[in-house]
């Protein structure tokens, strides 16, 4: 699976991305990397492998460059092999951008970039959206995102960042879930609230086709026609550091249903492991009780479909206040 984070505000953007990273790092993945807003422009580390090799990159190569506005992804390959080129975040004209999910046409709008002589230099769909954005942009980045967005089919959560709008960061998403939340530290964003609560207790949920443009003052949303709209706030109750004061051993996020399209059986399985995992912590003997060897099988099943399933987890907790 695969996680995104987007932070703007007061504290050094490359480490808070980076830490937020590694809190998405029990989803899985295959590589990892940031862009972040310098004085010269956009730049990018990313790279196969852990977020501790990204951590060790940021710090040989960034270390003293500073920036308070980035996005930050972990990838799951589902288009193009596990490489340097095909990891997150994707640079295409002024557009860069971190995707979740699957562009099932991807194919098709790429023959079309193609026939106006833009090539991609990765071989994953994400890259083809970028480039798809970057094709409809002339000036307003709602207006492309919504434009590019009407071209896509499939799933995605993507964070955005326009080369010519400093310290701003775009989201959108159908499918695949997004977290969002504004501090007296910062705005800040993620595809799971996992990533979130180290920095607030309330959040809001994208809804799917939404806009939301995001700085360090607020995070403003408009909904598909174009409108303001004001998402709900939830709180939090819990804590992840609870898991260890409650003596609990493993953390575990409950599956929901995945809205993600032409993917039933992609929903069977959620479904079930949502039954199977049905508390957050899970506690210390669990592998006595009787729902365990249950949830194993199921999560067999799972692994056989995670690529696609990719982006599309996201606790009960936030699904009951949807
Ligand atoms: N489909 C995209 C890729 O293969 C995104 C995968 C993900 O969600 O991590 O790069």
């Given at each position: 699976?695969?996680?995104?984070i987007?932070?703007?505000?007061?504290l050094?953007?490359?480490?808070?991305?980076?830490?937020?990273?590694?809190?998405?790092?029990?989803?899985?993945?295959d590589?990892?990397?940031?862009s972040?807003?310098?004085?010269?422009?956009?730049?990018?580390?990313?790279?196969?492998?852990?977020?501790?090799?990204?951590?060790e990159?940021?710090?040989?190569?960034a270390?003293d460059?500073?920036?308070?506005?980035?996005?930050?992804?972990?990838?799951?390959?589902?288009?193009?092999?596990?490489?340097?080129?095909?990891?997150?975040?994707?640079?295409?004209?002024?557009?860069?951008?971190?995707h979740n999910?699957i562009i099932?046409?991807?194919?098709e709008?790429?023959?079309?970039?193609?026939?106006?002589?833009?090539?991609?230099?990765?071989?994953?769909?994400s890259e083809?959206?970028?480039?798809?954005?970057?094709?409809?942009?002339?000036g307003?980045p709602?207006?492309?995102i919504?434009?590019?967005?009407?071209k896509?089919?499939?799933?995605?959560?993507?964070?955005?960042?326009f080369?010519?709008?400093?310290?701003?960061?775009?989201a959108?998403r159908?499918?695949?879930p997004?977290?969002?939340?504004?501090?007296?530290?910062?705005s800040?964003?993620?595809s799971?609230?996992?990533?979130?609560?180290?920095?607030?207790?309330?959040y809001?949920?994208?809804?799917?086709?939404?806009?939301?443009?995001i700085?360090?003052?607020?995070?403003?949303?408009?909904?598909e026609y174009?409108?303001?709209?004001?998402?709900?706030?939830?709180?939090?109750?819990?804590d992840?550091?609870?898991?260890?004061?409650?003596?609990?051993?493993?953390?575990c996020?409950?599956l929901?249903?995945?809205?993600l399209?032409?993917a039933?059986k992609i929903?069977?399985?959620?479904?079930?492991?949502?039954?199977?995992?049905?508390?957050?912590?899970?506690p210390?003997?669990?592998?006595?009780?009787?729902?365990?060897k249950?949830?194993?099988?199921?999560?067999?099943?799972?692994?056989?479909?995670?690529?696609?399933?990719?982006?599309c987890?996201?606790?009960?907790?936030e699904?009951e206040?949807?």
């Open positions: 699976m695969c996680g995104i987007g932070y703007v505000g007061f050094d953007a490359k480490k808070t991305l980076v830490d937020g990273l590694q809190t998405l790092e029990y989803r899985g993945y590589s990892a990397g940031i972040y807003f310098t004085d010269d422009g956009i730049q990018t580390i990313k790279t196969i492998g852990k977020v501790s090799v990204l951590r990159l940021v710090k040989a190569q270390d460059i500073i920036s308070t506005c980035g996005i930050g992804h972990t990838r799951w390959a589902t288009h193009g092999g596990v490489s340097d080129t095909n990891s997150h975040p994707h640079t295409a004209g002024k557009v860069t951008l971190i999910g099932e046409n991807y194919q709008l790429q023959r079309e970039l193609e026939e106006k002589g833009k090539y991609p230099v990765s071989q994953t769909d083809i959206a970028a480039m798809v954005i970057d094709d409809c942009y002339q307003d709602e207006e492309a919504r434009l590019a967005t009407g896509l089919t499939g799933a995605y959560g993507f964070c955005i960042m080369e010519d709008i400093p310290e701003t960061i775009y959108v159908s499918g695949s997004l977290v969002a939340a504004h501090t007296e530290k910062g800040i964003i993620a799971d609230m996992v990533a979130l609560v180290s920095h607030t207790k309330h809001f949920v994208l809804q799917e086709n939404h806009i939301a443009k700085t360090k003052d607020e995070i403003l949303v408009k909904n174009g409108d303001l709209y004001g998402p709900t706030i939830h709180h939090i109750s819990w992840v550091g609870a898991a260890k004061k409650g003596g609990y051993d493993y953390f996020t409950t929901s249903i995945s809205p399209k032409n039933q929903n069977e399985i959620g479904e079930r492991l949502s039954e199977a995992y049905s508390v957050l912590w899970l210390s003997d669990f592998k006595k009780r009787e729902g365990y249950r949830s194993i099988e199921l999560s067999k099943e799972y692994n056989l479909y995670r690529q696609n399933f990719c982006g987890v996201y606790s009960r907790r699904a206040h949807e």
